[in-house]
């Protein structure tokens, strides 16, 4: 992997970890409380208390009282929430898949949340240490204890806030349709050709072999692009995302007139991700994979949860209902039109026994499962031809409804 690709794909991770968001709000709550700290010991801060008297705390004892008090109750709130989320996590990895856990750690309302809790006991613990014992009102940091009491207030605001959108992201439904929007997207953007692009004969050129096993997950295109116009060469890559490779195992497939020198084969790989942990929102296939292990979960003896099974199964149907009609270009082509960079793409077909087939396997023996595939597949075959879809439908249509 190349140092630009293992770079972006490390700020990712970063990026979409649960202490990102988190770790930005208590950092501003720091500087926070260092800043309102230093404008309540300054001359402006003294002014501004001896013009509002209102402002101002005699008793260094009261204002430590109201900051202990804060800070034990946040204290308190915060423990209660993480234990909410880890409820929540532990709920969605046992009766869904634990595959769906990353998109409920990456809710950014409620990391902003847990983050703004810590923020406000460190803001109330900084404050704490600089209360004074002078007899003068003047030196008590009152601006900064007043502050402390109105962030408190909105942290109790927000504590109802994320009870209420705890018990909302719980809902299998809500976690379904956020897979499915996530993949619709993401499959917009793969597939938009209104017809499917013509094969294109290449002759088999020098392989490219994996050096270790893992999950091919994406490829740097823009930097592939690149490395094939600079070599005159044409990559092929021979499995889709999603696949898992074995070490030594072809990955790619180089067309080019000369031999393949160690450098370039090892910037080709560079180029590409292998991943023990493949990560949901890159391509669209993990969004099906999800919404495919969701549903024979919910269909096994253990959750025996028909009704999930069949939200997954409507939103897979969705999806495939675009798929049918949109097509990936297979071929990418540099500034002056001649391909370089050929990936491989499932066929709609091949889509539909990987994530489909599984699915009707475990739930032909279920009376609603069975109804509703029957229909799905009618909808399906109306929209778009699919020879797997039609074969099932036959199937189903041709053997009466078997519960055993």
């Not at 900051?67 to 996590?89: E, H, N, P, Q, Y």
């Not at 009491?149 to 018990?167: E, G, Q």
């Not at 292998?274 to 669209?284: C, K």
């Amino acid at each position: 992997m190349s140092a630009s690709f293992s770079v972006k794909r490390k700020l990712s991770k970063v990026y979409n970890s649960i202490a990102f968001i988190p770790s930005i709000v208590i950092l501003l709550f720091l500087c926070l409380s260092v800043a309102m700290i230093y404008l309540d010991y300054s001359e402006t801060g003294k002014n501004i208390k001896a013009i509002a008297k209102w402002i101002r705390l005699k008793d260094p004892t009261t204002a430590r009282s109201i900051v202990s008090v804060i800070a034990a109750g946040l204290i308190s709130i915060t423990v209660f929430s993480f234990s909410m989320v880890m409820v929540v996590l532990s709920q969605a990895a046992s009766q869904l898949s634990n595959r769906v856990l990353d998109k409920l750690v990456g809710n950014r309302f409620h990391q902003f949340i847990i983050g703004f809790y810590i923020g406000v006991i460190i803001f109330a613990l900084v404050l704490l240490t600089s209360i004074r014992d002078i007899e003068s009102g003047v030196y008590v940091p009152a601006l900064s204890t007043y502050l402390l009491i109105l962030l408190s207030v909105f942290a109790i605001f927000l504590f109802v806030l994320f009870l209420h959108s705890i018990t909302q992201t719980i809902k299998y439904s809500t976690i379904i349709r956020r897979i499915y929007k996530e993949t619709f997207a993401l499959m917009k953007d793969s597939c938009h050709l209104n017809i499917e692009p013509d094969f294109m004969h290449i002759k088999e050129g020098l392989p490219v072999r994996t050096v270790k096993a893992g999950v091919f997950e994406s490829y740097d295109k823009s930097e592939m692009m690149k490395l094939a116009e600079k070599n005159d060469i044409v990559i092929r890559l021979m499995h889709a995302p999603g696949h898992f490779l074995l070490a030594d195992v072809p990955i790619a497939d180089v067309q080019t007139n000369k031999a393949l020198s160690e450098e370039l084969v090892n910037s080709i790989r560079s180029q590409i991700s292998l991943t023990d942990e493949p990560s949901g929102g890159i391509h669209f296939y993990f969004g099906f994979k999800q919404l495919s292990e969701i549903a024979i979960k919910a269909l096994s003896p253990g959750i025996n949860d028909p009704g999930t099974a069949a939200e997954s199964l409507q939103a897979s149907f969705s999806l495939l209902a675009y798929r049918i009609k949109f097509f990936p270009d297979n071929y990418n082509r540099d500034a002056n039109g001649v391909v370089r960079v050929i990936t491989n793409e499932m066929r709609f077909d091949e889509i539909f026994e990987r994530y489909i087939l599984p699915v009707w396997d475990y739930g032909k023996s279920d009376r609603s499962m069975y109804n509703l595939m029957c229909d799905l597949l009618i909808q399906l075959q109306q929209t778009g031809k699919s020879v797997a879809a039609q074969k099932l439908l036959e199937e189903i249509k041709s053997q009466p409804f078997n519960a055993s």
